[in-house]
């Protein structure tokens, strides 16, 4: 014979939904304002940073080294197999 499942209780209104016996966050440093205001200038320089180093390498290499742009050439079909645009024929297109 199985045994019957037991239900918890149900969660009452104004509850915490940790438990108590749950480690605690470890309090935050109360930081001025003036210190926030900084750290914040400072994460958007370090994120900015690399985005700024790769454009302009990309755009270092196309003006002094003449590299070209890159073009996209095709796409890969739903069956993976890749697909020129070049290959395609647009029949809707009136011809000259």
Request: hydrophobic content about 35%.
């Amino acid at each position: 014979m199985a045994k019957p499942t037991v239900l918890p209780p149900p969660i009452r209104r104004g509850t915490p939904a940790v438990p108590p016996s749950a480690p605690k966050a470890p309090p935050q440093p109360n930081v001025s304002k003036a210190a926030n205001t900084r750290m914040i200038g400072i994460r958007l320089v370090v994120m900015s940073v690399p985005l700024l180093a790769v454009s302009s390498y990309i755009l270092y290499k196309r003006m002094v080294l003449g590299e070209d742009q890159r073009k996209q050439e095709g796409f890969i079909s739903e069956d993976g197999i890749p697909v020129k645009f070049s290959d395609l024929q647009d029949d809707s297109r009136p011809s000259n």
